[in-house]
């Protein structure tokens, strides 16, 4: 992994992996669908070199953290993460989310208020929400061979690899796709967070059982209690989003008084990292966060 060793902490929900970089105001970075500790690293690159510490697990299922009965309902893994920020003397802290670490991020603001000092959901699911897989996505991301190939499609053939990642992620027209291609290959930075993704995806072990719980899961959100959210909220989403739709965002803007919903543009799922405006998205988050410390 490229951030170092992952640390381990027991707790009552059972082990929980994490990384834990940088020093200052802590914030727990919350990663996606699939995902885990060094996919949370990579989301909080840009908190860590503005002075920000950065506590980023794996959720249960997901690499180093075992999926359990304890562990696998979308409370437990709120609660679990609370556990986690008490193991580490952290009694306050901010939060951060992307994509499908929403429900679980979510519930940890409803569940735990007094802890959450703000929070920053980034194109989060918020609701009921299903997967619908096409064929080629299952024989990508749950096959061995399906793996080898897009890892190897990544390496000779980055910039392709990187216009059909961005059109997958978002629905934009073939000038908008070409254009936000351009600008993504000209960025190393953005370049390799997409490009990283070819690994990151599988839905194989050690990612297999998280995906599975977070489906099950996500698939039967009844209500998050979003209105019992009370701290200062910032809500990202792009206009074009064809992983979680821009309704989630809308719907937990709509539920969470005061929050502040901000849209990008052209807005793919992937875009406070890759798209031109990220960077003032990235710097917006930096002030949400020191604001409300």
């Not at 690293?41 to 920000?52: E, K, P, R, S, Y």
């Not at 569940?111 to 699911?125: D, G, N, Q, W, Y």
């Not at 096959?143 to 992620?169: C, D, H, M």
């Amino acid at each position: 992994m490229p951030y170092g060793t992952v640390s381990t902490m027991t707790t009552a929900f059972g082990d929980i992996a994490y990384l834990d970089r940088g020093v200052g105001l802590p914030v727990l970075v919350v990663h996606g669908s699939p995902g885990g500790a060094d996919q949370g690293a990579q989301l909080a690159d840009f908190l860590v070199a503005a002075g920000f510490r950065a506590i980023t697990p794996s959720r249960p299922g997901y690499r180093g953290t075992a999926l359990t009965e304890a562990n696998a309902s979308i409370d437990a893994q709120a609660d679990a993460h609370a556990a986690l920020m008490s193991g580490l003397g952290i009694d306050r802290f901010a939060l951060m989310c992307w994509s499908g670490g929403g429900p679980s991020t979510y519930r940890l603001a409803a569940r735990h208020p007094r802890r959450i000092k703000a929070l920053v959901t980034l194109a989060a699911v918020s609701k009921e929400d299903h997967w619908d897989d096409s064929f080629f996505e299952r024989f990508a991301f749950e096959t061995r061979f399906g793996n080898w190939l897009l890892q190897r499609y990544a390496r000779i053939a980055p910039k392709s690899f990187v216009s059909a990642t961005l059109a997958a992620e978002g629905t934009l027209t073939k000038p908008a796709l070409k254009s936000l291609t351009e600008s993504v290959m000209a960025d190393e930075l953005k370049r390799n967070v997409i490009l990283s993704m070819a690994e990151g995806a599988s839905r194989l072990p050690p990612h297999r059982d998280g995906i599975r719980n977070d489906m099950a899961n996500f698939a039967a959100i009844a209500d998050l209690e979003l209105s019992r959210i009370s701290c200062p909220t910032l809500l990202i989403h792009g206009r074009n989003d064809r992983d979680v739709l821009p309704e989630h965002s809308e719907f937990a803007a709509s539920e969470i008084a005061d929050s502040v919903l901000e849209w990008m543009t052209p807005g793919t799922h992937v875009c406070v990292y890759t798209e031109p405006d990220s960077e003032r998205a990235q710097a917006q988050i930096i002030d949400f966060f020191e604001v409300n410390n």
